[in-house]
């Protein structure tokens, strides 16, 4: 089996090539190595080998691995369902939290970094493809939660996420890439706020080419580093 370092080394390199076939600065796509249920030696082997954003999937799984790590480089990002009760875990913590899906957990949000002294980067996950399955605001409910997160004062709204139907084939997911970035667009209208969420957390390990193709800011990556999660 390829060696973290060596996969790495590969999927930095198809993210560049896939920046570059869209016309975009490979700068602009930031890579998180998503280490959920993978052990702190393999982050570390990440670490030796450069890479410094990493996406965790559970709050008390974060908890104990920015303990374990404390390394203060690395941006831990928190992309799982957070409960209220976990916020504890990670608002003032995690570097970005990709995952709000309602006014509630919002406030809960801003309310503990603010006692942290800090305000949370968040990103608002949307439901594209209505799976019931799936959590993420309805992208009719979006930009009604975007305007009243805008206002809560410890959090600082940076973009959208989500998380689309699987499909085998990967270019069948890229309708579904676009429809969050269009959202983007319009809700950019709607607000008048042109430069408003700049950030798109979109694509996995089998699609995040096409999730580049429509403008992904954040590619979060785990099997394709760290293996298969058993
Ligand atoms: C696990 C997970 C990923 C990584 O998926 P891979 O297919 O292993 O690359 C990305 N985003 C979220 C929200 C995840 O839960």
Request: no cysteine.
């Amino acid at each position: 089996m390829a060696s973290v370092t060596d996969n790495l080394a590969r999927v930095k390199e198809a993210i560049s090539a896939a920046a570059i076939r869209a016309g975009r600065d490979p700068g602009s796509v930031i890579l998180v190595a998503v280490s959920k249920r993978k052990s702190p030696a393999m982050v570390r082997e990440a670490i030796a080998a450069g890479q410094l954003d990493f996406g965790e999937n559970y709050a008390q799984e974060l908890r104990d691995k920015m303990r374990e790590i404390a390394d203060p480089r690395v941006r831990w990002h928190f992309i799982g369902s957070l409960q209220k009760n976990k916020v504890k875990y990670v608002a003032g913590k995690a570097y970005e939290v990709h995952t709000v899906d309602g006014l509630e957990l919002a406030r809960e949000i801003g309310a503990r970094a603010e006692r942290e002294g800090t305000r949370a980067r968040v990103m608002i996950e949307v439901n594209v493809g209505g799976e019931a399955s799936k959590s993420g605001v309805d992208p009719e409910a979006a930009a009604g939660l975007v305007e009243a997160v805008r206002g809560i004062a410890g959090v600082e709204l940076v973009g959208l996420m989500t998380m689309p139907p699987f499909e085998e084939d990967p270019a069948r997911e890229r309708p579904y890439y676009r429809a969050l970035r269009e959202l983007r667009d319009r809700i950019r209208t709607e607000i008048g706020e042109p430069a408003a969420l700049p950030e798109l957390s979109m694509g996995l390990s089998h699609d995040f080419t096409e999730a580049i193709a429509e403008g992904a800011t954040r590619v979060r990556i785990g099997t394709a580093i760290f293996g298969a999660r058993e």
